[in-house]
């Protein structure tokens, strides 16, 4: 089992900027990405971002050049920087971990991007 505990979300005006972050414990070797979604009211859960243990990163096409994900491996905590925060931005993020086939998630943390 893996648990993951994230933090960071939070009220902000449009262009702003959050940086959330989600520590990994448990057993946890075996683990090859971690990464970041999110859920507006309404919609399907998206992917915002992954970082694979190498260090391959991928980027939602909207968030591209505003987000950047990074990973600590001694800490196996992922961050992600969000610069530029529209209030389409707004959603509750939730921290994920590829482990082998299975697939762990966080409580989730909230952003909301407001005047």
């Known amino acids: 089992q893996v648990q993951l505990v994230e933090s960071g979300g939070g009220l902000v005006q449009p262009g702003g900027s959050l940086r959330l972050s989600c520590a990994a414990s448990?057993?946890?070797?075996?683990?090859?990405?971690m990464g970041w979604y999110r859920q507006a009211p309404g919609k399907q859960r998206e992917l915002v971002a992954t970082?694979?243990?190498?260090?391959?990163?991928a980027y939602a096409d909207s968030v591209k050049g505003r987000f950047t994900i990074s990973r600590d491996n001694a800490k196996i905590t992922v961050y992600l920087q969000m610069n530029s925060l529209k209030p389409e931005d707004t959603a509750v993020y939730y921290c994920?971990?590829?482990?082998?086939?299975?697939?762990?998630w966080g409580q989730g943390t909230q952003v909301t991007v407001s005047s």
């Open positions: 970082i694979t243990i190498g260090g391959s990163t």
């Open positions: 448990g057993t946890i070797f075996g683990i090859n990405a």
């Open positions: 994920n971990v590829q482990k082998w086939a299975n697939s762990y």
